[in-house]
């Protein structure tokens, strides 16, 4: 019986290739950052900046990491219910890991700066930011903070350390208050390698977005009943 439950987890690899070099990754990376960072943080209202900004960006993405998602497509078709299955224990694992950085920061009052903004922006443009959240935020995020950093380096301790990192404050970064914001960098870092482990383990940027999906929609609902 186990042995079983263990093929069934077994996903099919399609070879992990580098379909840019190293440095090109990098860059994609440092000119996605530089872009949201500015507009997240000079902007007199980031919330609103951010929804300008993370469209564009959002559809360079799409075109440069077009190669990666027509392949990465083909091989989840074929093997839909292995992926998907393997995407909602990915989806119970981020959980667990939110949960986790939720209790870590039990003692600190108050929501995350980037939560306040997220939730007022969702209220004042519910429609928009509903598809923002559930569609543009989970392929754009998995596409920089995983696929472009595992292109980056072959360390998977490099890997899953930026992926992390940098998942983590990019999330702080929106009404940024130092050092306020560091307390609120574990709720965000803890999901983040989760999602760097979901990628590691299906070699298929859809794994990582279809989890991320789940964990935003439900997101959603929760801000709609609340």
Known sequence: MMKKIDDFFKLPVLEDFYDYRKS????FFAVYA???FSFMTFSPNPANATLIAAPLMFFILLYLYRKV???DIKLFKKHYEQYIT???AGAVLIIALNFLGNFINVWIEGAAPNQDAAVEAFWRSPILMAAYIT???PISEELMFRRAIRGMTKSKLVYYSLSALLFGLAHIIINF???YSFAFIFTYALPGLGFAFIYDKSKNI??????????????VIGLIFT
């Open 206 to 219: 859809y794994c990582p977005i279809f989890t991320h999906l789940i964990i935003n929609v439900m997101s």
């Open 24 to 27: 090109v990754h990098f860059a």
């Open 86 to 88: 393997f995407s909602l």
């Open 69 to 71: 998602l027509l392949n």
């Open 177 to 179: 208050e130092f050092p």
């Open 135 to 137: 569609i543009v935020v």
């Open 34 to 36: 530089v872009v949201m």
